[in-house]
Nanobody, 123 residues
Framework: QVDIVESGGGSVQAGGSLTLSCKVS????????VGWFRQGPGKERERVAT???????TYGDSVKGRFALSLGGGKSTLSLRMTNLKPEDTAMYYC?????????????????WGQGTQVTVSS
């Protein structure tokens, strides 16, 4: 059983910042991947940022240089610092986890999802 709880979403104007937090608990074992995905209105789910067993960070192209993923408690706590937010960042943001050493780009590869937290960026 893996439990994921997110917090920190909200509304902000373009150019502003937000920080999302996530707590992951349960039996993920030694090798696992954690991170964030998002789904905007009428869009597919896409990777925002993930980190694998070897602590390699991967960011989605649209957020590189603006978002930063940080970890604590041996990957049990994740923070996503989002800066210079744009209206196109408006989405439901999900904290995710999967067993295994790598972090695939496909959302279907992630077995564990939080309930999601809404981020709305106005122009």
């Amino acid at each position: 059983q893996v439990d994921i709880v997110e917090s920190g979403g909200g509304s902000v104007q373009a150019g502003g910042s937000l920080t999302l937090s996530c707590k992951v608990s349960g039996a993920l074992f030694i090798s696992y991947c954690v991170g964030w995905f998002r789904q905007g209105p009428g869009k597919e789910r896409e990777r925002v940022a993930t980190t694998d067993t070897y602590d390699r960070l991967t960011y989605g192209d649209s957020v590189k240089g603006r978002f930063a993923l940080s970890l604590g408690g041996g990957k049990s706590t994740l923070s996503l610092r989002m800066t210079n937010l744009k209206p196109e960042d408006t989405a439901m943001y999900y904290c995710v986890a999967r067993r295994g050493p790598q972090c695939p780009a496909a959302s279907s590869k992630y077995a564990y999802w939080g309930q999601g937290t809404q981020v709305t960026v106005s122009s």
